[in-house]
């Protein structure tokens, strides 16, 4: 059955309210009592409401600013590939005036990341995408944001209970559940596990790792709750110390055989292996990268999780501009795919055509 049109006038009459006021909500223009809006916005969602976007981007006065709040990047890096995505939604909704900005921090950098917010602040956004770190200074943020009504969508890492209006990502939790399924598969009982932490399990910049070992923990509590497991702590920046650290640990723990990575620098500890012509009977992480990648064809990395991180961007924007701009109901979750890769596989893996 073909679905019935709606024109500002019905809509009014539904709502009880005057054609302006509806004008105004749809095409965000002037004061709307909350109590007027409400009104309105319960009829746009009983009656599934789809305006007319061309018409929109044509007749709009208001220019959109949306700004993206995530870590600095590298080119083929996994950030990277979340500003691909978002400049792909950006290209999409370039003709109905919105433009999308861009704001940068340090990962793990608490310093870095709270001086953020004040450029937040400063930025005039109509919504913010944000990629969470440092939980505390987070809610800080988006305590301000409240205040201002401005609506926040999240991607990478989900704070529940913080009044997002969406979020675009994996469920961090399962996918660490699902990470110790597929490696405990090459499990033997002589075999001891290695958790490859960056910094270390308690600090408070590594919330996604966190989530993520939770999960793969809850796993080995289940079903291998007597297995010996090391914690190896690596540093981002200094690959002559992981070196040693890592020399030295496989030396004394030739046992440790399964290991574990929570981020996209699984290629530490798979370059290493290449080196000094080690192997493991089972090496997971997160992320494709081009070394990560590389060392799964090679075999030093036997799994590695996908996040489709473009899509986390794409799907962030385009969230944003239909409550922001086309007024539009919003899921309140997109989970993107845990997606399994290994070296038959890598090759017909793609994210966007």
Not at 187 to 206: A, D, H, I, R, T
Request: hydrophobic share 35%; with cysteine.
């Amino acid at each position: 059955m073909e679905k019935p049109s709606y024109t500002i006038k019905d809509i009014a009459r539904l709502a009880g309210v005057s054609a302006g006021t509806v004008d105004r909500v749809l095409h965000n223009r002037g004061d709307v009592s909350p109590k007027s809006r409400e009104k309105v916005q319960k009829v746009l969602n009983e009656i599934d409401y789809q305006p007319n976007i061309f018409a929109i981007g044509l007749a709009a006065k208001k220019k959109y600013t949306l700004t993206c709040v995530i870590p600095d990047y590298v080119e083929h890096d996994y950030w990277h590939s979340v500003v691909l995505g978002i400049e792909r939604a950006h290209k999409e909704l370039h003709p109905f005036n919105i433009t999308v900005n861009y704001l940068h921090y340090e990962q793990g950098k608490e310093a870095s990341y709270r001086e953020i917010f004040g450029k937040v602040q400063e930025s005039g956004a109509d919504g913010i995408l944000l990629a969470p770190n440092f939980r505390e200074q987070t809610l800080t943020l988006l305590a301000w944001l409240q205040e201002k009504q401005i609506p926040y969508a999240f991607i990478d890492f989900n704070m529940e209970q913080a009044g997002a209006l969406t979020y675009s990502g994996q469920d961090s939790y399962q996918s660490g559940y699902l990470t110790a399924k597929i490696l405990m598969r090459n499990y033997s009982p002589e075999q001891e596990l290695v958790l490859f932490l960056s910094n270390n399990k308690e600090n408070p910049g590594e919330i996604q790792m966190q989530r993520r070992m939770n999960g793969f923990m809850q796993y080995i509590a289940e079903n291998h709750d007597r297995m010996t497991i090391h914690d190896v702590i690596l540093n981002k920046a200094n690959s002559d110390q992981n070196k040693q650290v890592l020399e030295h640990f496989f030396s004394t723990h030739p046992k440790a055989t399964l290991g574990v990575v929570f981020n996209s620098r699984v290629y530490q500890v798979g370059n290493f292996l290449k080196e000094t012509g080690r192997r493991m009977n089972g090496l997971i992480g997160y992320d494709l990268l081009k070394d990560n990648v590389s060392l799964l064809e090679s075999g030093h990395v036997h799994y590695l999780i996908g996040q489709r991180p473009a899509l986390q961007g794409y799907c962030g924007i385009k969230a944003l501009c239909n409550h922001v701009v086309f007024k539009k109901a919003v899921a309140p979750i997109k989970y993107m795919p845990i997606d399994i890769l290994m070296k038959e596989n890598i090759e017909y893996y793609f994210e966007f055509e």
